[in-house]
């Protein structure tokens, strides 16, 4: 098990999101993140069917599968990486999935609260 140097909202050492499917920016299953991160992938998310609906509505179809790229596509109940602009509108849309306050990444606080995180944290 890969164990992170980088930290969570929490404070804490950043918590492994999902390894089934694999996610992450660098594919290692934590939402880790650095300057090549354009998106932000950096919000622990507990998919549902109305997010990955809201998602595919706003040009973000992440429940097709594209295997020329890896990407077998998640579906509800599946935990990901999700880009945090996107984690962010699906709020303002009141579509926001639950997420894991432990494999979120601390720079998340850059757009969004800690609070706004509590409010739909799983744990």
Request: with cysteine.
């Amino acid at each position: 098990m890969y164990m992170s140097l980088q930290k969570n909202v929490l404070g804490t050492t950043l918590r492994t999101c999902c390894t089934k499917p694999l996610t992450g920016f660098f594919r290692n299953g934590l939402c880790e993140t650095d300057e090549e991160d354009v998106g932000s992938h950096t919000v622990c998310i507990k998919v549902t069917d109305a997010f990955l609906k809201f998602s595919k509505s706003v040009g973000n179809d992440l429940s097709t599968p594209i295997p020329q790229y890896g990407f077998m596509g998640i579906k509800d109940g599946d935990c990901w990486c999700l880009c945090l602009s996107r984690w962010k509108e699906a709020f303002d849309a009141g579509v926001a999935p639950k997420v894991k306050l432990e494999s979120c990444h601390e720079s998340a606080l850059e757009l969004v609260t800690l609070d706004m995180l509590k409010k739909y944290a799983i744990e």
